[in-house]
């Protein structure tokens, strides 16, 4: 399997060919060209030809591509093959949100415990099992259950300090919900979700189309 | 100020921007090099000054960005110098992780409802003062109450008919969390939130970072 070398553009839109395919394969299509999974997600085909080339994945000229192989491949490629155990740092709503999240299980992430210093928190388990425990015990806990992924969804004045705990817990890789940057050693991986990202390109489309409808927006 | 034909790929790039200069005008700083912004970005020094002619904002030769100006400019450019009026629809984990967000409200957006049919989550009211309603009520809400825009935070199934009680109510820019793409008018703009997508490349990194660092994974 081709590992090294995709461009950072083309592990942007990995995610979102997951996605597809993962729907396209629900729906029971079993073939697809490259003109139509464009025309899908929004691309040209010779740029899917192109990506998918990149992925080291090959489709047969005139016969498109076999929407479950691709869909395999391509989880392999994210490492989507495999589970992860997790646990959750914070324990208020996007650290239960997340572990909530019913397509996490299916997509081999299961959440084992989550972390609060919240006395009101502490004790409850999560519908899926998962307790909520005293983020003094987090160290501890990462010592007898080996985890290689960590969210962090504290405040932000507190994310560098969970993150921390969990680096020397052994935590590979940490998916961060909190608002800041986080700095740690290079064996580490971390991912930022900037949720207001995805709300400012919303509102810049809804300016673009008061635009093209002429739309003069009131003050609100 | 400049508006139509920046490119997606710049516009993506917009809310990073924003982001980055936002907290360095907290930090107190007031000029930066399209070098030194490009360092923290992750892009070159002349991505940073193509991307910021794009905006239609022009730094001053040698002398870098006036960064509360350029700040104020993109924010511009993105639709932040405003308030809207956001409603909620489904006030679970996440519908309720949102409403809570504390930079929502800085960056002008005023949830001032959320709407459910859970009996135990209707009629409570969350600490910022929104009220949870029954979704029946929807319409007739945004009927006497005009909201510009709103959020899809319910399960998939039923995401699509929250999605239309918005149009109908007038809603004009709906930010979705449920994992379905939703149909809308035309005059209707939509952006969909995968956040599995964000952990799908971390993922991706941790495995790349494995395959640097020799480490065999054992499966979890």
């Not at 899926?128 to 990462?142: D, F, R, S, T, V």
Request: aromatic share 8%.
């Amino acid at each position: 399997m081709a590992s090294n070398k995709i461009s950072d553009a083309v592990i942007r839109r990995l995610p979102g060919y997951y996605r597809y395919l993962y729907g396209l394969e629900e729906q029971g299509v079993e073939r697809i060209s490259s003109q139509e999974l464009g025309q899908r997600m929004g691309l040209t085909a010779s740029q899917i030809r192109q990506d998918i080339n990149c992925f080291g994945a090959l489709g047969q000229q005139g016969y498109g591509y076999n929407v479950s192989e691709l869909r395999q491949y391509i989880a392999g490629v994210l490492g989507l093959d495999r589970r992860y155990r997790v646990v959750i740092v914070g324990a208020g709503n996007i650290g239960r949100a997340v572990a909530a999240y019913p397509s996490f299980q299916k997509r081999g992430m299961d959440v084992v415990a989550l972390f609060d210093v919240d006395p009101e928190l502490v004790g409850q388990t999560l519908p899926n099992g998962a307790p909520i425990l005293h983020a003094q015990g987090l160290k501890e806990y990462l010592g007898a259950h080996s985890c290689r992924v960590g969210i962090v969804a504290t405040p932000g004045q507190v994310a560098q300090e969970a993150a921390n705990m969990l680096v020397e817990g052994g935590v590979r890789a940490i998916w961060n919900f909190a608002p800041v940057d986080l700095k740690v050693p290079s064996h580490v991986v971390v991912n930022n979700v900037h949720l207001t990202d995805s709300l400012y390109v919303l509102l810049y489309k809804l300016k673009e189309k008061d635009l093209e409808l002429g739309v003069v927006e009131e003050g609100e």
